[in-house]
């Protein structure tokens, strides 16, 4: 299997909550990053969180670690249309700084 | 606007062609990261500079070549074009230097290769 796995889609209401999900192979993970991604557009880091910690608020944005399972979310509330982007999570482990990335998560946010 | 900039936006040849696209980083940022964005690899890591030197390498094929120039542009150039190398390219800085794991990448617009 790939080293970090997402779904490929996510559909939402606007104003609803959005969560989208993570999970990771290498327990030896040190920091734990989203980006998100618009049309046309490069990625473009919104949260990141250090393995040592549970959960990081950023906002709208709710970030959970959940070390045991080698699963992280990524919370959005009074999701917008705005938000309609492909997220990546993505990983670096301790003696590689180079963040291995999942396929990205579609999220559409409908009216 | 990450700061990072890349030419051309769009670039369409043919097979067995080759090309040369162009990074430009973030002032002050001293590594450059190449990957490669399809939909059925997903982004993938191509190489690494850092001050004008390799520095890592990922799944770049041997067709592929890239380099740091010293007022730190990058370039990637790509030779024998196939169909399947048809993707879009991103350039990534960072001004992590060394010490931690932790690595804020700012990416470029990218540029879309199509190879017919």
């Known amino acids: 299997g790939e080293d970090v796995e997402q779904s490929l889609f996510l559909s939402v209401r606007e104003g609803d909550s959005s969560v989208i999900n993570c999970t990771y192979t290498?327990?030896?993970?040190?920091?734990l990053y989203w980006y998100k991604q618009e049309p046309g557009a490069g990625l473009q880091l919104l949260t990141y969180?250090?393995?040592?910690?549970d959960m990081k608020q950023d906002q709208r944005l709710t970030v959970l670690l959940n070390k045991k399972d080698k699963h992280l979310s990524l919370r959005i509330a009074d999701t917008q249309t705005g938000d309609s982007a492909i997220y990546f999570c993505?990983?670096?482990?301790?003696?590689?700084?180079?963040?291995?990335f999942g396929r990205g998560t579609s999220l559409i946010v409908h009216p | 606007d990450s700061g990072v900039t890349q030419t051309p936006k769009h670039l369409i040849t043919a097979t067995g062609q080759r090309v040369t696209l162009r990074c430009s980083p973030r002032s002050g940022d001293l590594s450059v990261y190449w990957y490669q964005q399809s939909l059925d690899q997903g982004l993938q890591f191509l190489i690494q500079y850092y001050n004008g030197e390799e520095r890592a390498k990922g799944n770049i094929l041997e067709r592929f070549s890239a380099q740091q120039f010293p007022d730190l542009h990058s370039e990637l150039n790509l030779s024998s074009l196939e169909l399947g190398d048809s993707a879009l390219y991103f350039c990534?800085?960072?001004?992590?230097?060394?010490?931690?794991?932790?690595?804020?990448?700012?990416f470029g617009p990218g540029t879309r290769l199509t190879v017919l």
């Open positions: 969180i250090f393995s040592n910690m």
């Open positions: 990534a800085s960072s001004p992590r230097t060394s010490g931690s794991d932790y690595n804020e990448q700012f």
């Open positions: 993505a990983e670096t482990k301790g003696g590689s700084y180079i963040p291995t």
């Open positions: 290498d327990s030896s993970s040190t920091y």
